[in-house]
């Protein structure tokens, strides 16, 4: 079903020092054969689950979910922007993404890649997958194949999360048992059109389903949580855990699906509470990020502790919640640390980062200065830490809260019912009275930091916001950096917004932002902490992994035991000794609306076609009888050039396609059209290509009659 399933031709990734042995163990069928829901063994400490997603007074039918049921085109287009950026992340290096080109990464490497520009051109061979108008709706089921993970043996296999930023996953493995930390999505690189959304491949533990212990999750960021809902359905019922806020963002996730995953929940967790997982024995310590309830994981194993840190940053002077516990990661280290996950997206950022509350300080500045008109402030959705600060001052200044983005309605009554703000009870009003509250008593929060087309400021830039007209006094506040690519739509909108006479605060004059991420002598300073064996650099762009292990070999780790990898490598650890095993698929899948994984590099590629050349279609009428043409060809051709101007190479492109069929048909004397609608695509292309320099998608259909 994953059409990404398998890297044929993809290469075993360089081992930095580490010899690679891939064995090829000899598969018994049979696993697939077990059945599909696991067992879940029970933890010794039993979290109950407890109360369902929508704390009291939370209605969910409030805020529009983005049902994935919903596929009228004009809400699809509208989420896919809404969506994007992407709200799980911080702005910069927080969003997820893909590589510079998916080509490069996407598994199997078969896809030509264009480069622009790139003149002189050549002239791309149009695929031979592309069968004309019989257009297939996916590619073909892949082959099944089993793969044999060797006893006795700790498995680390990442699915996600590495050489992207985005849909992190990573799984452990030891004979009978395996336990997943994080399931998230990554939003598609501009080459991926039409997709709304990329999920890790997780054939390999379908095909291992008996196995599965639990998931477990670090955090309720998008690129964490988010790909659960398409994934859970085919693992089946595996019990899952995390903190309260974690765990209600994710039964949030979860019930956005109709199916019978959309009730399922969520164990709410502890820190330092121990979960046992057949052979593993698991417990969640309190590091800092930019949401509350961030923790990493230790993992006991028969082979040593394993210690996947989630994402993190060391903040001495957390907002909200536990700061890093210290003294749990010293325990950690003194016992010995066999191997370290750790986060890696600013391993090329010298210094520290700098802590949330020298920004929360900023941002009661700006309320101290601005004491009349209504404050707005823009930033992504799952900053709750960010959102946090400004209900502070909101607060503090006396003003109610109204938020406005569906991504924001969803997540921030949710943590302020559980009481992730320090605010009165009745501070968030509805947006429908934001009339009713005087200018100087109300501060909005909302989605569109990034220019997104229907985001509330962008609406509320354009004076097309229903509940908001912004007006002179009224101040805008952008607390977000901006993300390469989206600077024309956020100076568009920036421009529209003095022009509705707002005054906006904005980018570096600001300076209120901070990532949620260490920089690199955070990041040294835990790996000298934990002094681990093995270290597996994770979360982060391949650079990013590669700079992270550098600093790891400076903070003293033996570079034989650093694993730089990508999806769907694994890491084996036996007798103390760390290798490389066999693959397992680690592509990408991608959802497009109702489809998950049915589009595949040949559709892709097909639309990067169309999208950057046009298509020319070709419809011939033949006699079935005789075999002759009827009539002249009729050509559509939509995005390849203007066809009224175009009369005359319409016309030498009729005459062309019939000299074409005429030689094809008669040279091969049967009426094999497969063979001439080949032939059309491939000279025709051609002749165009000739009196153009462009390559449109020529799609030949051939009509008997
Ligand atoms: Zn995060
Ligand atoms: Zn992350």
Redesign the pocket.
Known sequence: MAITAYHAGKPQPKPDSNESNPSKVPTPAAASATPPVAKPIQPDSKPKPTSPAGAPGFTKRAIEPSRPGRHDRFARNNQRRDRRPFPGSQPQN?RPRGPQSMFQTIAGGAMPKIDRPRPPKKRMQQSAQTPGILLKAGPSEQPTRTYAAPRNTLRIIPLGGLGEIGKNMTAFEYNDDIIIVDCGVMFPTEEMLGIDLVIPDVTYLVENRHKLRGILFT?G?E??ISGIGYVLPRLGHVPMYGLPLTASFIEGKLSEFDNEYSREKVNRIKTGQKLKFGVFEVEAFAIT???PDSVGYAIDTPEGLVIATG?WKFDHTPIWGEPTDFKRLMQYAERGVLMLLSDSTNASEEGYTISERVIGEKIDQIFDRRNSGRIVVSCFASLINRIQMIVNSSASHGRKVAVLGRSLERNVPRAHELGYFNAPKDILVDKRDIGKIPDDKLTIICTGSQGEEYSALVRMASGEHRDVQLKPGDTVIISASEIPGNEHAIHATIDNLFRQGADVLHGRELDVHTS?HGKAEELKMLLSLLKPKFFLPYHGDYRFLKAHAKLAIAAGVDPKGIFVAENGSVIEIKDGVGKWGERVPGGYVFVDGLGIGDIGQVVLRDRQAMAQEGIFMVIITVNKQTGQLIGSPDIISRGFVYVRTAETLMAKARSEITQIFAKHAKEKGTMDWEFVKRAIRDDLGEFLYEHTQRQPMVIPVIIES
């Open positions: 927080d955090h960021h690129d964490h990020h930019s949401i994402d949620g």
